[in-house]
């Protein structure tokens, strides 16, 4: 008993699980920069968008209450296999939660073995961010300089500095019915304005705002069917870059605006369940993006065309962001380990875990089980 | 900026994880003692399963792979959401990792908050114990003593004690193709067989094990269509436990032997894909056992029915054990936190997680954006 002990506390190099807290992610994201780690990651999402037939894909699970969604996200390639918990909650900021919380997971597709668990709210905010300015730049027309950003909330600093970084934005029009919210997201983005040089201003109206705009991004929050944007708000050549319509009965678009534009989607059956498209006929034809990225359709065919990004969010874009955060993680020296599985000497001796645990609590067992281990030890 | 950090950093009670990592989970299992943890889980699961209808349910997501299967099984009622990460490796304990590794979480249905993170390999090892003697108790014949264990590994201890202690199993006899396994096995359960009064034997052959035996349990590996029991082992009034055929293409009975039971099912949509039923014809009729439970059907009905559990393991049964774990950590002392969401003065300001990271290491940010941090600075 005493020599097995021994063995099973050896430290095992196989079964460690690295960690990314939610406060390690913040240091992180802020000693590479917020603007480097969206660089990074919309770097990394071209090169898996690339290569998208080499991934396991299904449309995410979803949990509906009254209140909001709980969903998972797995996919997987040949050799990882990732998966995100996230939920949707506007009522959230009332109490003091955020609207959308996430962590998740990368695994070792050949053995199962969870390599790396981190916070993905912040990381979350990041991705979608690089999502949204990776498909810009293949549609929005060349030299778009002004975005209206409708929705002020948790998301949208990080898609300002996406699109003000990657595509050139230098004048950014905010709106948002909590002025609240508009405030905040200038204050952020106060200083990167100054060094950028960008204008930003607060408008009154989603009209004022999407006036003359290149680019037009909705990132609202409220869960029910809402006309954030209508049809009179289009103007030829426009791109919109559509985040907040994301789960069944959870939409920003007039159905018009879809008619009237070039819809491009990630994953096609997720967007048809949860995207802007839930309003549409089942044979409405959408493009998923990654095969303009590998040219086997059209992006923008003509300065004249309306192009819309209709974005709910895909695991792969997780996939993406958790690879790059555990190698930005692990350069920076900010991963720390949890024990999330059993270091066992015996793999088919699960049972003698317990026996570690009793050198520990002897004294505390049940007596009928006290019993029992004493006649072993 | 000095008095906005300040606020960031208050203690919030709101956000906060426990965790359980896999050593205090073996400590507390140790502590409050195998058996007396494994009826802590089947009073819990029975409660759960008599409200069967309370609960919003799914087949769980598979990510098949030549080595193995990756799952994710989340489940929800009202006020509580549980998932559950799970892989099913066989080769796996050639290289010194468990076939089956797993970790999971709650959360609150009205938030989305994640509230409990675990490590779910030994877990799953009790609950799937529990599981199996729940439903013994209610469809094996009374007095029901002698039990065949066919497949000795990791879970093997766990169903063994189940059925002493709860079903009053007095005769065990043990087959498993790698001796060594069974040696393990009679030498894990030797002090508890002293204690119970039970006879435990290592026997040569799955017909050697079933002879005579009132239940049969088979809890082996493979992934493939094997046959560890055929018809000709079957006796009259035999319960026959099935735990190892649980996915595509992974089963351990021969047809016949479905054809002659009564068949009892955890949620029949999950278990025509992965149970011992991918076999039988999609009307081959089956009963879950909730109904059973709830007096909704008929459980055994004569002294020489054979009754039939074909066991898959269904996210509800993770669900009540990550309740009664927690309940019992809570008690023990033996949760600690884990940091999974940030916490955030305003929840519409993500973006100042940023700043707080900046504080502390201001002197690494990279130098474009270094400037803009030092305007807000």
């Not at 099973?8 to 939610?22: E, G, I, K, N, Y």
């Not at 994301?246 to 096609?268: M, Q």
């Not at 819309?308 to 350069?331: I, K, N, P, W």
Request: aromatic letters at 6%; glycine letters at 6%.
């Amino acid at each position: 008993m005493t020599a097995l002990t021994a063995v099973h506390r050896l430290p095992s190099a196989q079964v460690h699980t690295d960690f990314l807290s939610a406060t390690d992610a913040a240091r992180l994201v802020a000693r590479v920069g917020v603007v480097e780690c969206v660089r990074r990651i919309t770097q990394a999402l071209e090169a898996d968008f690339g290569r998208w037939n080499d991934f396991d894909k299904t449309a995410r699970t979803a949990a509906h209450s009254a209140q909001g969604v709980i969903e998972l996200m797995p996919v997987a390639d040949a050799h990882d296999y990732a998966f995100k918990y996230v939920n949707g909650h506007p009522v959230n900021t009332q109490h003091g939660l955020p609207t959308v919380m996430a962590f998740g997971a990368l695994a070792d597709v050949a053995t199962g073995m969870p390599r790396f668990v981190s916070e993905l709210t912040l990381t979350t905010a990041l991705r979608t961010a690089a999502t949204s300015v990776m498909v810009a730049r293949t549609l929005a027309r060349p030299g778009s300089h002004r975005m209206a950003l409708i929705g002020n909330g948790a998301q949208s600093e990080f898609q300002a500095l996406a699109f003000i970084d990657q595509l050139g934005v230098r004048e950014l029009r905010l709106f948002d019915v909590d002025r609240a919210a508009s405030a905040k997201l200038q204050r952020n983005l106060a200083p990167f304005a100054a060094l950028y040089g960008v204008e930003v201003q607060m408008v009154d109206s989603v009209h004022a705002a999407v006036q003359g705009a290149d680019v037009v991004t909705t990132v609202t929050a409220d869960k029910r069917n809402a006309v954030v944007l209508d049809a009179s708000a289009l103007a030829p050549g426009m791109h919109i870059n559509a985040v907040g319509g994301d789960c069944p009965g959870k939409t920003e678009l007039d159905a018009e605006v879809l008619a009237r534009s070039s819809v491009f989607v990630e994953y096609e059956p997720q967007t048809r369940l949860e995207g802007e498209l839930q309003q549409m006929p089942a044979d409405f034809a959408v493009t998923e993006f990654w095969r303009v990225l590998s040219g086997a359709a059209p992006g923008r065919v003509s300065d004249a065309q309306i192009t819309l990004f209709d974005s709910v969010g895909f695991a792969l874009e997780d996939y993406s962001a958790l690879r790059t955060m555990q190698a930005l993680g692990r350069e920076a020296g900010l991963l720390s380990r949890i024990e999330l599985v059993p270091t066992l000497a015996d793999p088919k001796d699960l049972f003698a875990l317990l026996h570690q645990g009793e050198d520990m609590h002897q004294a505390t067992l049940p007596s009928v089980e006290r019993a029992a281990w004493h006649k072993v030890a």
